[in-house]
C-alpha cells in the first residue's frame, strides 16, 4: 500500500483533489485499503476520467463514492418511507456514511485467487439456484427469464465497437458531484474484493465472485468500475452491447448475478431494453 495517499489533500498529475483520509479494513488486523475525499467534487466525472488515464502510473483506482442510503434518496416520499424503515428496523442515523465514514469493510481478499474462478461457471450456477421444479413453474419464472426459461445461454460475445470521446464526454459531463475514492488495484476489476467490500455478504463470504464477473464484463465490454456504495455498484460501459441478440443475452448474466439491476429491474426482458440504451450498468445485492 505504498503508493496509497497519507490524509490530507492530494495531487495526481493534473488533478488536485480536495483533502481525503484513509479507509481501513479488517476485523484482525486493520489495514489501510483505500484513500477517500471527505466532500464532494464537483465534476466528479472528468476527474474520474484523468485518474483512470492515470492508473498505469498512478496504481491507483478511481471510483466516486455512494453511500447507504444514496439509492432510496428521493422525494418526500421517500426520505419518509426511508424514516419509517430506519425505526422499524433500528438502523442507525449514520447510515447516509455507510460504508466510507465507519470502515464497514471486511477482511481484503487475495485477488490471485481470482485467476482460477471461471465467469461463466459462476453465473450459470447463479442460474440454476433460481430455477424452480418443474412441478413449481407457474410461469412467473419464465417470464421473467424469457426467451432463455430454464437454461441459461451462456455469455454474450464481445463488443468491439467503443463510446466516441464525444459521446462519453457528454455521460461523463451530467454526473452529480460526488466524493473521490482511490485504491490500490491492478485493474479496477480488483478493487471491490482489495478493499474488503461487504455488499454481497449475505450471498458470499467476500467480493471475489463478484470480482470474477467483473474481470470478464471489463474484458468483454470495457465495463469499469464506476461508482461503489454499501450494498451497490455501478460501471461505466466502454463498449455497450449493439445489438438485441447480444444484449438479451448478456441481460441474462445480469439478471442471475445480482438482486436488481438499474432502478430495480429482475427480468431479463427489462435489462435488454436498459442495456440498449445506457451506458452505465447498476447493480444491488439485498
Sequence with gaps: MSNLPEDGEVRLGPVALPAGRRVWAGYKSRVPVAWVTSESVTDPGRVWSVLSQARPVTGLVPFLLASMDDRIKGDEETRAVLALARDAMGRRQGDDARPWDNDDFIDPADVTELDRMDAAELLTGLWDSYVPPE????????????PFSRQFPGLAPAERQAL?????????RVV?????????????ADVLPLIG???????????????????????????????????????????????????QILAAEQCAFCDECGNGLRDVPSITDLLLTSPFWTFWWD
Design 135 to 146: 412441478d413449481q413453474d407457474d410461469g412467473g419464472f419464465r417470464m421473467m427469464r424469457a
Design 164 to 172: 466516441s470521446a464525444e459521446q462519453l464526454d457528454r455521460v461523463l
Design 176 to 188: 452529480s458531484p460526488a466524493r473521490i475514492g482511490l485504491a490500490p488495484a491492478a485493474r479496477p
Design 197 to 247: 467490500w461487504a455488499g454481497t455478504i449475505n450471498h458470499y463470504h467476500n467480493a471475489l465472485p463478484v470480482a470474477a464477473v467483473l474481470r470478464s464484463w471489463e474484458d468483454r465490454f470495457g465495463a469499469t468500475l464506476f461508482k461503489v456504495g454499501f450494498d451497490e455498484i455501478r460501471l461505466l460501459v466502454h463498449r455497450p452491447p449493439r445489438t438485441s441478440q447480444t444484449a
